[in-house]
């Protein structure tokens, strides 16, 4: 083999090799920083216990939003229909937060509480995401809840 050659071969070689490092790295690093959403039926599950951080999405559940005078902590319920998981949050809570609200909250579990680091409160019922829409339409199908708007549907 003439040395031009092997020259070429060891250089796309180490090409090839430094793509393969950065793709894996790049791979690695996205997967590290996906946030999953649960419900509070697939967290009791033990659905989402491998994720250091997830989501939890549900209903805020009514009665339940209780806040601390003298700080910005604030505890409350978020519900799927079956199960209800408590929720402790320390920060300001968007304006729309309210009981009986589609809200999504970013956090980690710790022991038995889910402790938001971010909360999301839904604005209207045109988009929610599909795994709380597939979840939501399970649990309003166990309940027969009628949705309004759907009445007359077949």
Not at 31 to 37: A, D, T, V
Not at 89 to 113: E, K, S, W
């Amino acid at each position: 083999m003439r040395p031009i050659r092997r020259r070429r071969i060891i250089l796309i070689g180490l090409i090839l090799a430094a793509v393969a490092a950065a793709t894996s790295a790049m791979v690695y690093g996205l997967s590290r920083n996906m946030s999953y959403l649960f419900t509070p039926s697939q967290v009791l599950a033990g659905k989402a216990g491998d994720f250091r951080s997830f989501r939890l999405g549900g209903m805020v559940a009514p009665g339940s939003i209780w806040r601390d005078p003298h700080s910005l902590l604030v505890k409350f319920m978020v519900t799927d229909g079956d199960h209800t998981m408590p929720v402790r949050y320390t920060g300001i809570l968007p304006d729309l937060f309210r009981a009986n609200q589609a809200v999504i909250a970013t956090g980690h579990m710790h022991g038995g509480v889910f402790v938001a680091s971010e909360v999301l409160a839904k604005h209207d019922a045109t988009y929610m995401p599909r795994e709380l829409q597939q979840a939501m339409a399970q649990a309003h199908a166990k309940y027969h809840v009628v949705l309004p708007g759907a009445e007359n549907a077949p």
